[in-house]
């Protein structure tokens, strides 16, 4: 986590997703929607980069298209591995897929569905190491044991199903099946989001745990900003489809430069006594990203917009390093950050 | 605050409060022994995690508590009051516990005194009629109006809440709607019979930080206008320093503490209170130090254990005290209450 290396363990280069558009009798296609649209981030190794937005920008399609759980549609995502080099995911074949998928795992969000309640925690976690040939039989059963050590439950329930746990055991199952090959890249899709507090500060450790242990790297793919700073070295913010800011952690919260983060920053409720605080509120909803505005998608909802605003879209520039920014006035506006 | 001047006119009061939930593997005693109440025109936040009774108690004020769910002591006391703003008198006094959950004087209270919004906008609709159908059986229910002048109020809330060409939102289906849109529906049917309690059940939890900032300060606005008493229940602490001027914590079924927004988060005085914002991320606090949990898990409901029911996760438990004497309820000065073994006088 705070090693000095930042040798790149995933770069993403302008990854697109588009979901076609079919209306019709003959099901013609009328347009697309633009579900990920250029999107470029790198991720360091045992670095986590945050991922946050609303509903519907497109960070878990991003998040899965990195895995190839979905197919991207242009791009490049460059995974650099300790036996093949760099590889591009997107262009890999089936083989070569097969092999890096050992190496990116992914956590759900949802312990609830994202386990099947017909297998035991050996046979869900085992899963992994049984479709990769690692292990098998009494081999199979102290690797599982292991594991199951690691995430805090007792390798005692081993054969109990899944609905004889609570919400936060099952999420330390699925992190204990993520796990279960090594992977140096963990994509956690909120990790955290259906837990309870108590129980999302003792996962949130053990995610830090694992990452100091394992050197992991992860994408952490969230709403929450509070959490997002508390587990994020780097954060990218995503709007309808597009990546609208990036920057190491400390940067982003102190000194956003998108109107859009002052915005997010702003709306989140803080736990503390009551302050007097000038909120923005963003007026309007998130633009239907089959159907977004001109120019920068975010100007209608914009209180800083001009008239260039409607008619070019920005692009992302790196404003100072480290600080990528795709807003046409990111120079000009002082916005206010966390204080 | 415009509305310190209706101070002290009790609105509800939830005396010693019991429901258990009778099921063939034993008795859960979701809430047992909840004593709080709600002044006219304020907000109540109500936090706690899963399993902690807080949407139980909303369900036991509205006698809407699911089978085998029974009330089976303490009352819930409703004044009413005729005539408004400062000159308004107590008309009467209705104890909810002893009325017939399906007879017709519940039924009068429900969605016209009190009204309910649901965590979940898109379970909580029907999805086969409009927005409007739904909103104005609730004001023909309630209210004696005709149809058109129903559809009027329809509109007007909808408008009020703050959803754009209201009259045509009005004739659309729950699904046709955005989250956002379908809270603020919801928002306008429960508001529509201008009840004097709303009790809102995690409203934002599903939403968005930016439309549920929108929601907030909606649901701010509208009291302020319209004068309600709000029970805002959530675990999020943020929300409840946002919107709450009395706090009460639960844990498994009691209230562990409460008082006034302020000292909740300035000085908090019962452990699992401390431990709760002690183990939430605090935003522009960014450290990468680990965060204080509370250890192990709430307790299974069907045992829970002898003592104050946090001992057994709480840092601060004394062997021989706290897992042996249940703690009464101290008032630490300012009507700041706790129920903690460890506070002087007990």
Redesign the interface.
Known sequence: ??SDESKPLLEVRNLRKYYPIRKGFQKRMVGYTKAVDGVSFVVPEGRTMGLVG??GCGKTTTARCILRAIEPDGGEVIFHDQQLGAVDVVSADKKTLHQLRRNMQMIFQDPYSSLNPRMTLLDIVGEPLVVNNVAKGRELEDRVAELLRLVGLRPEYMRRYPHAF?G?QRQRIGIARALALNPRLVVADEPVSAL???????T??LL?DLQEQFHLSYIFVA?D???V??VSDAVAVMYVGKLVETAE??EF??HPRHPYTE????????????VQKE?I??TG??PDPANPPSGCCFHPRCRYAEAICSQEEPSLREIEPGHFVACHFADELTLK??? | MVLDRREGEALIEVNDLKTYFFLDEGTVRAIDGVTFDIRRGQTLGVVG??GCGKSVTAQSILRIVPHPGRIVGGSILLHRYSGSGGNSQVESVVDLTSLNPRGDQIRAIRGAEIALIFQEPMTSFSPVHTIGNQIMEAILLHRRVSKSEARGIATDMLRRCGLPRAEDVINRYPWEL????RQRSMIAMALSCQPSLLIADEPTTAL???????V??LMRDLQEEMGMAIMYIT????????VAEEVIVMYLGKVVERTD??S???DPRHPYTQ???R??????R?S?T?????KG??PDPYNIPRGCPFHPRCPQARDGLCNVQEPQVVDVGGGHLVSCLLIKGQ
Do not use: C, W
């Open positions: 986590m705070a609303e509903s609570s936060g309870d507090v108590s129980i999302q500060a003792q949130l450790n830090q709403h900003l509070s959490v700073e508390h952690t400390d919260y102190l915005a997010l920053l702003s709306a989140v409720p803080r736990a503390e006594a009551r909120r509120i963003l909803e998130v950050g966390v204080a | 995690e899963s955005s989250g956002g849109m968005d930080v930016t439309t549920q900032a929108q907030l300060n675990h999020n602490l943020g929300v409840i320093a946002e927004v302020n909740l988060f300035n431990a709760l914002l183990s939430i991320p605090k935003l522009g960014r990468r680990r965060l204080d949990t509370i898990m709430v």
